[in-house]
């Protein structure tokens, strides 16, 4: 079945520095979505990227989508102590109903 | 509207129990699904229902029974509980499974621990 792996599973930022979070899959996806859970929350939405190679950004926040439709990234810019919580990737194989979502990458922040 | 509502927040059962965990949106949404959320495992999908009457498997259905008479409602269902099924159980919706792909909005969750 389809795998979709996240790394690092943490990410320790000291506050106004920079980090990325990695998604990648073994299988090509037809879309993939980025979700963020604060900590004792449930996840929230964030974004969905459709095309080969589409970036899009949210403030602080840049996505990507590989080329081969298998990877994603996410970067933060700048990181602020509102960014803490566990960011998560998901993605839709083609033709398939079933929603993967990664491991999810945790961010606690050092003021 | 509320978006999508699940109850109880909290539950404790003892091994061999049974018990359902109700989900409800009120977005008219066709695709509901539900997931369990393990430390280091993310969000796995149990099963998940494309419109009412319609329901099917996900990664990790086994133990839990589910049903779909209404586009409203979701139930899961615990039919023997099992120290392995702690865990945080989420419900979602979504307004459509197909091509699209639309966001899926979570419920609050339900805490649940098996001893």
């Known amino acids: 079945g389809q795998q979709v792996m996240q790394i690092p599973q943490y990410q320790h930022v000291q506050e106004g520095e920079d980090f990325t979070t990695y998604c990648n899959s073994s299988t090509t996806l037809s879309n993939i979505q980025w979700y963020k859970q604060r900590p004792g929350g449930h996840p929230v939405f964030l974004i969905q990227l459709v095309k080969s190679g589409e970036v899009k950004k949210q403030k602080r926040l840049t996505f990507q989508f590989g080329e081969a439709k298998k990877n994603s990234s996410l970067h933060i810019t700048a990181t602020q102590t509102t960014d803490v919580g566990t960011y998560f990737c998901?993605?839709?194989?083609?033709?398939?109903?079933?929603?993967?979502f990664g491991a999810g990458t945790t961010v606690t922040v050092r003021a | 509207n509320a978006g999508v509502t699940q109850t109880p927040k909290f539950q404790v059962l003892k091994t061999g129990q049974s018990m359902t965990l109700q989900c409800a949106q009120d977005?008219?949404?066709?695709?509901m699904s539900w997931y369990r959320q393990d430390p280091g495992m993310g969000l796995r999908l149990i099963h998940y229902?494309?419109?009412?009457?319609?329901?099917d498997q996900g990664e990790v259905p086994n133990g839990y029974n589910v049903s779909r008479s209404t586009t409203e409602d979701f139930p899961l269902r615990l039919l023997s509980a099992a120290p392995s099924q702690t865990s945080v159980y989420f419900c979602a919706s979504q307004n459509s499974g197909g091509p699209g792909r639309e966001t899926q909005y979570f419920g609050p969750g339900t805490r649940l621990l098996v001893l």
């Open positions: 998901a993605g839709y194989p083609a033709n398939d109903y079933k929603l993967s």
């Open positions: 229902s494309v419109g009412a009457g319609i329901t």
């Open positions: 977005m008219n949404h066709e695709y």
